[in-house]
């Protein structure tokens, strides 16, 4: 169906606005910038949809199984609605939704940024620590304390869904790896916060691959599956754009944020540390300097999906804070951050770590960790290493 002929039909007799009472798709919004965001919206069945703000509209996108029944597009507006025209033709109409915060990188009024990581459905529901509340069909009860601190965005940190729990069932094919989100996004009170507030998405090894995943080895999901889902299911491109998920944005004349892609471009994890050994990729890392060299914010906080000060698990190989893994990377560009004078403006976030905690290096960079969002996923029993073994 053409979008002349899907307009035609949204101004035939045809046309019928469903009632409010009727069963909402799933939407949400996400990568803000000072006039946008990019609207996602979520079907069970195929349909065609587009979103509307007062006098601008998307164009028509087709949700069928090709795309796992998700539409987005990026809209100049704060506030939106969908419509959608189901099989029968009859055209509906979502509640607007909105108004959600955008950047404003003239202002210097404050900005709130709840970050997130670690929501492991599995172990809430299931583990042997899982939640007991009579509540727990609602979801994670820290999103309810979120919501009530009305931040102005979300920064999911990575470990969104882990494709690989349970261990006797990991996800492995393209709809096992959609049915880890649908789950997920189900939840109320995950549903509720993401119709409230704009949020930015990082992925990481669970909702990449599986534990400590890198792009090597014929284990399912193979990594380009996982880069594609990834994209499929979080309002981070709209419908038409390219380019990576790396990206930077300005949200206020004080604040600048970094959002790093921690997966498609690394190098192997058995790989032996060096100078040739890369977890952020060439271009990334070229971009990640530039940008911050040219970047006059007074804070510019760069969000990790893994950590570059620690501690972490001894035993691990798979970020900048692994002594083994990529520690050279981390520590030259530590030692760039002193050499351009960056180190008491550039602060990180990380996810990964089941613990919360801040950490400063001797070189004078700060890192705080977000934890496990979920109490039966926080780990405290480990042996650590980073402090020990800086010099």
Known sequence: MDEGRLMSLSLSILLSVALRGESQPQIMAGEPDDKSLVFQA??????????????????????????GFVVKSRLSSNRVKLEWLDESGQLHESREHGPYSLAKPDSSSDVSIAVINGMNYHRFFDGPKAYKGRDRSQGYPALEAIARQEPNFLA????????????????????????????QFELPRLSSLLQQIPAFWIKDDHDFRFNDSDLTGQRPPLSDLGIEVFRE?????????????????????????????????????????GPDKTLWGSDQRRWLRETLKSSDARWKIILSPTPMVGPDDA?????????????????????????????????????????????????????????????????????????????
């Open 42 to 67: 979520r079907f069970e069945e195929p349909v065609w949809a587009r979103f509307v703000s007062d006098d601008i509209g998307s164009p028509w996108m087709k949700a069928s199984d090709r795309n």
């Open 156 to 183: 999911f940190m990575g470990d969104n869904v882990y494709y690989d729990h349970p261990s006797s069932s990991p996800a492995k094919t393209r709809e096992e790896l959609r049915d880890k989100w649908k789950e």
């Open 233 to 273: 299911q979080v309002p981070i491109l709209g419908q038409g754009e390219s380019g990576p998920t790396y990206r930077t944005r300005r949200l206020s004349n004080n604040l600048q944020i970094w959002l790093i892609e921690g997966r498609d471009y690394r190098s192997p994890n058995s790989m032996t540390d």
């Open 315 to 391: 035993y691990k190989k798979d970020n900048h804070a692994n002594i083994g893994g990529f520690n050279h990377e981390g520590e030259e560009f530590f030692s760039w951050l002193v050499d351009q004078g960056l180190t008491d403006e550039v602060l990180l976030v990380c996810g990964d770590r089941h613990w919360q905690y801040h950490s400063i290096h001797p070189k004078g960079i700060r890192e705080f960790s977000a934890g496990a969002l979920i109490d039966a996923a926080i780990s405290w029993s480990r042996q650590w290493t980073r402090a020990a073994d800086w010099s």
